[in-house]
């Protein structure tokens, strides 16, 4: 499994301003994943991060909004643009690890909450 | 449109019992089933998982049965902890992207 941590683990924040979110892995990793999980919701994709290529956005998720950098292999960053109530979830990002190629592992979660 | 459903949002089993979560889900292109468990502000830990090749998966406590024609899987434990109070997830592959169900919450009783 892989080591994965998150900062800040939580923060309220304005609405209207914006918050980045770090995510550091013990490993080298090729795909790290960001998702949000709003109260009482599923966990829901947000975009995968390859490094050295551009994040890639699920339906309903766009780069204006969440931009997403990922500059070497153990290293990511979400950031939550021009917040709303409506962004107050919990954010995590994930990555492959385990014995098979389909085991993510997650860190501890970022919660934001917009006011 | 859920790919993934959990009916149940919560689920109460005395310790010693046997714990069954279901899941169902739509999409056929799904290659690979987990189960993740999840405290309150941790993030989700890794159980178990079954390939959609094969019908069933044990680890320990943990047993996963996979019922394609039903696009049905559950997660049996036990004998059920307190320490498995949390809630349990299960997610669908697809493309190596994961698709989430929306948790049950699990409450073992002493």
């Known amino acids: 499994s892989a080591v994965i941590s998150q900062k800040p683990s939580r923060d309220i924040c304005q609405r209207g301003t914006s918050l980045t979110i770090q995510c550091q892995v013990d490993?080298?990793?090729?795909?790290m994943f960001w998702y949000r999980q709003q109260p009482g919701q599923s966990l829901t994709l947000i975009a995968t991060a390859n490094q050295g290529s551009e994040a890639t956005y699920e339906s309903g998720f766009v780069i204006d909004k969440f931009p997403i950098s990922r500059p070497n292999l153990t290293f990511s960053t979400l950031t939550v643009s021009n917040m709303s109530p409506e962004d107050s979830s919990i954010y995590l990002c994930?990555?492959?690890?385990?014995?098979?190629?389909?085991?993510?592992?997650f860190g501890p979660g970022t919660r934001l909450t917009v006011t | 449109d859920q790919q993934v459903k959990q009916n149940s949002p919560s689920l109460s089993v005395q310790e010693g019992r046997i714990s069954i979560l279901n899941c169902d889900y739509t999409n056929s292109m799904f290659d690979y089933f987990l189960w993740y468990k999840k405290y309150p502000a941790e993030g989700p830990t890794f159980l178990i998982s079954i390939s959609s090749i094969k019908d069933k998966n044990e680890d320990g406590r943990f047993t996963v049965f996979l019922n394609k024609s039903a696009k049905h899987l559950s997660l049996h434990i036990v004998p059920s902890q307190p320490g498995d109070s949390a809630v349990y997830f299960c997610?669908?592959?697809?493309?190596?992207?994961?698709?989430f169900g929306q948790g049950t919450r699990l409450t073992i009783n002493p």
């Open positions: 997610a669908a592959s697809v493309a190596q992207k994961l698709v």
């Open positions: 994930s990555v492959f690890a385990g014995t098979s190629a389909y085991e993510q592992y």
């Open positions: 490993s080298q990793v090729t795909m």
